[in-house]
């Protein structure tokens, strides 16, 4: 099934301009974004056929059946409650039955989790995203040799460069592990390559050093310290980076670079609509899709206001979120057994 044969077969519910038309942030550049409710055909509802969701290429335009669209409500999540909510000059197409489905018969302090949980979620992403900006890693790779130090005193120096002052090549040293200590390694060196030697390490992709068998007679020349843990890091930091440059929007990193605050500006935009969104739910008692703070908003979207002060205003809204949830006369949870009754009858007048 396809939303043309929603419109054809005048399965349409509900209809809706939904996204930053809605939310009254809408620029010359803005998506229109459609979403709405849809019922199936009798014999497809009852058979084998059932179609919960219709989506474009896209999905600039998505459909919920509407059995989908009520199990969303129930679990509070932030964008379906957007769309029942809608304000009157975004709303394409209404059905009368679509009047059964009212926001106060679903909204809960369930909301807690869903607008500001993800919320949170974002800004974890932002802040993982601020330290790949002001931290980049070089497109070489280390590798495990740069995470190896020479004791040296009551100090010590980097591998490389004990190795280069000496004149010596990793390839004719071996190392041996000492008792009770963890990283710690006696070094010594065979000029004349012929006692086997390992190396430090085999190859550059080595995770770890390799031990030799040292002849009892050998003396080390140094003790080298390998810090495993701080090259696992750099692994993990170094996978993580590049993937991100491969994957990321390039349009929009731009963007965020050409503004210069070191956040995805739009993303950060909506974290604080959506927060924004969920302190009001818990001061009224009830869920606006319309912003009236639009000019602070895009002025966040366009990189006029710093990480920090951002930052600083999601942690704020986050701090406001938690005390008026304790206090809030919101239930607990959606009444589970009334709003599914409102989809049972709203079933039965479709059907009829």
Known sequence: MTIQDLKTNNLILFEVISGSRSFGL??????????????LPKEDFFGLNYIPQISNETNDITYYEIGRFVELLQKNNPNILEILVSPHECILHKHPLMDFLKPEDFLSKLCKD????YAISQIKKAKGLNKKILNPIDKERKSILDFCFILDGQGSIPLKKWLLEHRKVQEKCGLTAIDHTKGMLALFYDDSH???YKGIIQHEEANQVSVS???????PVAYLFCNLDAYSIY?????EYWKWITERNEDRYN????????????????????????????KNNSLKTRVENRDELLDIKSGCQSYEAVMQKAENLIE?????????????????????????????NLYR
Do not use: W
């Open 26 to 39: 809408a620029t010359e550049n803005s998506d229109t974004d459609i979403r709405g409710v849809y019922y």
């Open 114 to 117: 869903t607008f500001a949980g």
């Open 194 to 196: 012929t006692l086997g």
């Open 213 to 219: 068998s040292i002849p009892k007679e050998e003396k």
């Open 235 to 239: 692994c993990k930091n170094y996978r």
């Open 255 to 282: 963007v965020n670079e050409n503004h210069g605050q070191n956040y995805d500006s739009k993303n950060m935009m909506h974290t604080i609509r959506l927060l924004q969104s969920c302190e009001s739910i818990f």
């Open 320 to 348: 406001s979120i938690e005390h008026l949830h304790s206090i809030s006369t919101l239930p607990e949870y959606p009444d589970l057994e009334k709003t599914t009754h409102i989809l049972i009858e709203i079933r039965e």
